[in-house]
């Protein structure tokens, strides 16, 4: 009997050796083991668990006080740094794309008064110089930044590492790149690829920067386990939703609802305090903008849609309009999330597998198409003339050429007209944002231009989605949003005859539809609204919209996007995966789906 058993245990023994690597080119399947090459293609799973065995105990009984004083001292200084550090990543990604999207429409407005056509030639080239800088940085420096990031963050704070995403070099793509593909005008926003930046950051920090580039500090590597540098990064993703909205509680609530698994007090009280120091360090860098110091630096940029001055009550007879616009906001998000898998497949096996070269002609190639539509449509329709000016109201009718906000003037043959499909087309998405949520401006949008850009918008935002270039869906789906909201908010107006109901407010319930609908999200995308539009009242009706948008969007179990690795909240070790780009969504509380995609991140 024992010597059959000592003949099994040999058996077993051959059988493993023989299926362990023993050259460069040797991969174990199935196994918790990596070879050098492997590693380079496959991710691994982190362990966040913590050995309370005797070694361990003993070790912490001989540390004393001061010790465990300056570790913790240590951490909220971390904390602090990794603050700053996002806060100060979001401040130049905002105006660098600010200045050069002003120098962009100044300059085209400047040379369409003497010819439309030079005007949009040079209108497409700009576009066309910034998309390629932002693709060319992707393909060639940093493929890792492609994408939001978002999903493979989510999947490193729950146990699964993917190589080169927290990289110096996936910093500095995702920085750059981002800058590039918002300032060149694609239906993409910089809100995502922050949230990948502040775990960027965070993750460099704590192993002390980076050794390849010889940015490296012995002072700072204090956080070597898996355990310090994950409770690093999930304060970075809180950072960086709290630099892109100007929400530092959303950004609080948005880490404990969707990026990670693991929490716990000490671990909220620090991601709130680097939340709290990002607010701090964007209010400071406003304050230095409005002096003049950041060029074309305007309004837009930091999100702030403050609409405190619109409508300031409803009534019972408006929940049903808004009780449409949630069922509207459920059905959209599920055909947007259904149409991007189907282009995503699309590319993973037909056009990405050719290389890096069709990577770049697909951006410039959709680029120009972008280009061609926000300029081109506008040109389309016919100007209307300017409203009866309100001595209340500040907005002025019509624009200068080349400035910013509502009625913008664009091939008009009159000086008191403007085109109100250029008003939401040729601005940058932030003011375009502003311009659909802006009180005191009932029947600005025809229901015609509505229709026109929420159709070629959507589009767009489809197609664009998983190009190899930074790219976040926050911003474009408040535009999506905003859009059907308003015409709900014109019929509703033209219906019930009253005066105090503002079109804005149906616009901005529409944006929270649409984000619940397409994400799923709740709680944190209900305070990250409340925050970016300050106005505490509407809080109610916002919460309406999200659970019927997101009840919606369940009765057709589609696939979301931003619902990536979903697995029972346990301490266990995930395994070993060998696919690098993985979608999986929550079916239910205990059960994950996977997907594979490639065009999250064109990592190839």
């Not at 990543?89 to 660098?96: E, L, Q, T």
């Not at 729950?158 to 110096?168: A, H, R, S, V, Y």
């Not at 311009?435 to 401006?441: E, G, I, M």
Request: proline share 3%.
């Amino acid at each position: 009997m024992l010597s059959n058993h000592f003949q099994n245990g040999m058996e077993t023994a051959r059988f493993v050796w023989s299926r362990l690597p023993h050259s460069e080119e040797g991969e174990l399947e199935g196994a918790g083991l990596l070879s050098s090459e492997s590693n380079k293609n496959c991710a691994e799973s982190l362990d966040y668990e913590v050995l309370e065995n005797y070694a361990y105990r003993e070790e912490q009984a001989q540390r004393g006080k001061l010790f465990v004083g300056y570790n913790v001292g240590v951490k909220w200084f971390f904390a602090l740094l990794i603050g700053i550090g996002t806060g100060l990543a979001a401040v130049f990604i905002n105006i660098s794309v600010e200045n050069f999207a002003g120098w962009k429409f100044a300059l085209t407005f400047n040379i369409i008064q003497k010819s439309y056509l030079a005007g949009f030639l040079i209108y497409i080239l700009i576009n066309l110089a910034l998309v390629f800088s932002s693709v060319y940085i992707i393909t060639q420096f940093a493929p890792a930044a492609a994408g939001s990031g978002i999903p493979e963050i989510k999947g490193y704070l729950n146990g699964i590492d993917i190589p080169g995403i927290l990289l110096f070099r996936t910093l500095i793509g995702k920085i750059f790149g981002s800058i590039g593909s918002v300032g060149g005008g694609l239906a993409l926003g910089k809100e995502g690829p922050l949230v990948h930046t502040g775990a960027c950051i965070a993750s460099l920090l704590g192993q002390g920067g980076s050794t390849k580039y010889h940015l490296s500090s012995r002072w700072l590597q204090g956080f070597k386990s898996d355990r310090d540098r994950r409770d690093l990064v999930t304060c970075g993703c809180a950072a960086g939703v709290a630099a892109a909205f100007r929400a530092p509680v959303g950004g609080v609530l948005f880490a404990l609802e969707e990026v990670t698994s693991w929490w716990r007090s000490q671990l909220m009280w620090r991601v709130f305090f680097t939340s709290a120091i990002v607010a701090v360090v964007v209010r400071a860098a406003m304050g230095w903008c409005k002096s003049g110091n950041c060029g074309h630096f305007g309004s837009g940029g930091f999100i702030i849609w403050d609409i405190s001055d619109g409508q300031e009550d409803y009534s019972f007879e408006e929940l049903l309009p808004m009780a449409v616009i949630g069922v509207i906001g459920g059905l959209l998000g599920a055909l947007f999330n259904q149409l991007t898998i189907y282009v995503t497949r699309w590319r993973r096996n037909y056009l990405h597998k050719k290389g890096s070269r069709v990577k770049i002609y697909e951006a410039c190639l959709i680029s120009v198409i972008t280009s061609v539509i926000s300029f081109g449509l506008p040109l389309l329709r016919k100007c209307s003339p300017c409203p009866d000016s309100d001595p209340d109201s500040e907005i002025e009718c019509p624009r200068a050429p080349g400035m910013y906000g509502n009625y913008v003037n664009f091939y008009c043959s009159k000086d008191k007209e403007y085109n109100d499909l250029a008003t939401i087309f040729f601005n940058t998405q932030d003011d375009a944002i502003r311009n659909l949520f802006s009180a005191k401006t009932i029947h600005e949008f025809s229901t015609q231009s509505l229709l026109t850009f929420l159709v070629m918008f959507y589009t767009l935002a489809v197609v664009t989605f998983g190009t190899a270039v930074p790219a976040g869906q926050f911003v474009p789906g408040i535009m999506i949003g905003s859009t059907y909201g308003r015409l709900v908010g014109i019929f509703t107006v033209n219906h019930y005859k009253k005066l105090n109901i503002e079109e804005g407010t149906y616009a901005l319930l529409g944006a929270a539809s649409f984000l619940g609908g397409s994400m799923r999200m709740t709680v944190s995308l209900c305070v990250i609204m409340v925050e970016i539009t300050n106005n505490l009242k509407l809080l109610p009706l916002i919460m309406l919209v999200l659970l019927i948008s997101k009840e919606v969007y369940n009765l057709f179990r589609q696939l979301g996007l931003r619902h990536i690795f979903v697995v029972p909240r346990a301490s266990h070790v995930i395994g070993v995966i060998t696919r690098k780009d993985l979608l999986i969504e929550e079916e239910n509380d205990d059960s994950a789906t996977v997907e594979l995609q490639s065009t999250s991140r064109s990592a190839t």
